[in-house]
């Protein structure tokens, strides 16, 4: 699967419903107890045996190349005091990245944007393969703690003979406003897309679209091919998922972890006490 399969995580992005303090730190690097919350993206990537993985991050970015990398500037400055024992923290915690490759790929957020707009800034990283799509600030807390395999499996899975898919989670009613909403009809273990709806005042499904994709190569290509929304000017999967619809059935893999938007304030917070409860 290494060599046929990659993924391209999305953290480019002015992260605005986290201001002020987002304005200088990328959201997805906020902290969910000592790690950032892409730390856990990456580590169950990882851990579902994806071994290249592309970050598109805003033009410029400097501090997410360096965390993911390691930190080798802070170990060079450890090592020079003779703190080197101090890197250990962080050493310990970049094992879970180890077996991956990282590719970094800017994106300028003062040019095109939406989500689709990463898809074409890496359709050179992806040539061809099957490939896991999804934010770098999104949260999917599996009940019994450690990485998050199953949720990995469930899209490539639901993905299987339909060529892509998106996974959703179940979130309460007062909170759907806040989310693109998604219905889908059941076929034994697997299930298909029926309608998606943007962010809205009310929802007929209680299940939102939490941004993590599977594509197959057909797939992504029309992704990297949408035109922009006529309402918002934007290049969104969105618009790209009713077109595939179109032609055939989208898969979708329903959530099994607790699902926390660590893009928001709240949700982030949660992410924090629920992570801090498990420990």
């Known amino acids: 699967m290494a060599g046929s399969e990659c993924a391209v995580v999305l953290t480019a992005g002015f992260g605005s419903r986290m201001f002020p303090v987002t304005a200088v730190v990328p959201k997805s690097l906020m902290p969910v107890a000592n790690l950032p919350v892409l730390h856990y993206v990456l580590a169950d990537l990882v851990a579902a045996g994806v071994r290249d993985i592309a970050i598109v ?61 990463p898809a074409r800034l890496a359709a050179d990283f992806v040539a061809g393969r099957t490939c896991f799509y999804l934010s770098g600030d999104d949260l999917l807390m599996p009940s019994g703690g ?17 060529g892509v898919a998106m996974q959703v989670a179940e979130v309460p009613p007062g909170r759907a406003h806040l989310y693109g909403m998604v219905e889908f009809r059941r076929h034994g273990a697997t299930a298909e897309l029926v309608s998606l709806a943007e962010k809205q005042g009310s929802a007929r499904s209680s299940y939102a679209n939490i941004s993590r994709y599977y594509f197959e190569p057909a797939a992504f290509s029309a992704v990297t091919s949408v035109k922009p929304n006529p309402h918002t000017g934007e290049l969104m999967i969105t618009d790209a998922l009713i077109l595939l619809q179109q032609e055939g059935p989208v898969g979708v893999s329903v959530a099994s972890g607790r699902y926390f938007d660590c893009g928001s304030v709240d949700g982030w917070h949660q992410a924090n006490v629920a992570m801090a409860a498990s420990r």
């Open 146 to 162: 450690g990485p998050n395999v199953a949720d990995f499996d469930s899209l490539r899975t639901a993905a299987a003979s339909r």
């Open 57 to 117: 991050v805003d033009r410029g970015d400097r501090a997410i190349r360096e965390y993911v990398m390691g930190a080798p500037t802070v170990r060079r400055t450890l090592d020079a005091r003779g703190w080197s024992a101090k890197y250990q923290a962080i050493a310990e915690a970049h094992a879970a990245l180890a077996d991956a490759a990282f590719t970094f790929i800017e994106q300028d957020v003062t040019g095109d944007y939406g989500t689709a707009v």
